[in-house]
């Protein structure tokens, strides 16, 4: 008993923030923002949306996809770093809007790896023999939680809200040359670098309070990041990641037909397509529409590459991811 992915679905808040609308907010400017990052605009909620409504409509388009009942569906994996509320975890929230009964909820905390790490998690569950439907969603609003002054520009330009949706189903495999199935995935984590990309507060580590005045006067509630840091890091670990669930997987770079990785930076991409000699124009990129929407990047490029019918069926996927933490992850299935 393998898993596969049988459905995908995603959903952008219709709402589109473009790099001359944040002129307007944040002392930056359109050039900067394309030369840095590959971004040209992303999507942000209104005031009345949440991570859970994001999450939901990606949800029913991966179930419509899949083509099950809802009522079919065993456990949700719900990825995020934007939380609804700080409990319960958000997969609660999303269970009750779908209606979904009683069944295992899952949150993991694994910010921009957090796609990777569910899907290994659901492979886990599925091979097991324990589930034979999962849902698993990344979503993010990150519009709500970014300093929109010129102290947050570094880390403002970046971000985007998003949700992007998958369910993992079993599957019996004869032929794995034509079969859909996740042949491997690969995490790690090295929290040595924690406080390289972080949320500081609020916080039970910083004193008697969660949250206090000077916390939010500080702007300890909006991300922290040294951006060289984990530029380099990323690219380092990413393609490092990679070859070795590739090769793990008895395959070569060169038999990938298309690389979804996650999108945190244009230049980090094409600098880990570079370091493992890929061809750039297997690597599909959605970051110059949408920015970084961390745990749903992956969900959501993997969606519109197989609407833009540039992933067909057969086809096989190398996926690669990097975040906070440092967490990194990659991936190898066939779609
Ligand atoms: C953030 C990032 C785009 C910055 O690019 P960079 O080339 O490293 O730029 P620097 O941080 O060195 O900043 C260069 C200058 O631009 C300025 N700057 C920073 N943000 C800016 C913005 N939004 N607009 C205009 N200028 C900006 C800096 O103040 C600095 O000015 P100075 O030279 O006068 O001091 C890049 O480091 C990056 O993408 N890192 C990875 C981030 C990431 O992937 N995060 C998510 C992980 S999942």
Known sequence: MRSYISGVGSFLPPKVVTNFDLEEMMNTSDEWIQQRTGIVQRRWVDENTSTSDLAYEASIKAIENAKIDKSEIDMIIFATLSPDHDFPGTGCFLQHKLGLGEVTVLDIRQQCSGFLYGLSIADKFIRSGEHKH??????????????KTPRGRDVGVLFGDGAGAVIVSSTAITDTETQAHILNTALYADGAHAKELWLPAPSNAMGAERMSQKMLDE??????????????????????????VVT????QLKDIDIFLFH????RINMKVAELLGIDESKVFNTIQDFGNTTAATIPIGMDCAIKKGVLKKGMLVGSAAFGAGFTWAASVWRY
Do not use: W
């Not at 999962?134 to 300093?147: F, P, Q």
């Open 134 to 147: 999962i849902l698993l969603v990344g979503a993010e609003v990150h519009s709500k939680g970014l300093d």
């Open 219 to 244: 702007g300890l509630h909006y991300p922290q990041m040294n951006g060289r840091n984990v530029f380099i890091h990323a690219t380092k670990k990413m393609s490092e990641c990679l070859a070795g």
């Open 248 to 251: 793990k997987s008895g395959y």
């Open 263 to 266: 999108q945190a930076n244009m």
